[in-house]
């Protein structure tokens, strides 16, 4: 049984950072893909950063890419969001998932979600 329990977030201001953890059970290599979704008051889910050690693969929303870094621990299956410039619309719920898919973390949406959720971390940036 695949477990994943998230760590950190929290509220800050605008510009300002964050960190995110999210630590994985039940498997011990690099067979699943991990990355961040997140969810804020009123809309629709959205894939975040992706990360696929076992495929090389390392994936940014648009909205994000540039101020988020996803980064995996060495031999551990724990994933690492560190976000930096922080803006109010990064404002919602953020959830680690996981899947031996890689496209359902890249491509996460209603159907084709990953197999895996962690229980959401809230993230407020305020102005």
């Known amino acids: 049984q695949v477990q994943l329990v998230e760590s950190g977030g929290g509220s800050v201001q605008d510009g300002g950072s964050l960190r995110l953890s999210c630590a994985a059970s039940?498997?011990?290599?690099?067979?699943?893909?991990m990355g961040w979704f997140r969810q804020a008051s009123g809309k629709e889910r959205e894939g975040v950063a992706a990360?696929?050690?076992?495929?090389?693969?390392?994936y940014y929303a648009n909205t994000v890419r540039g101020r988020f870094t996803i980064s995996q621990e060495n031999g551990k299956n724990t994933v690492n969001l560190q976000m930096n410039s922080l803006k109010p619309e990064d404002t919602a719920m953020y959830y680690c998932a996981a899947d031996r898919v890689p496209d359902r973390l890249i491509n996460g949406r209603s159907g084709y979600w990953p197999t895996y959720w962690g229980q959401g971390i809230q993230v407020s940036v305020s102005s």
């Open positions: 039940g498997y011990t290599d690099n067979s699943h893909c």
């Open positions: 990360i696929c050690l076992g495929f090389g693969v390392t």
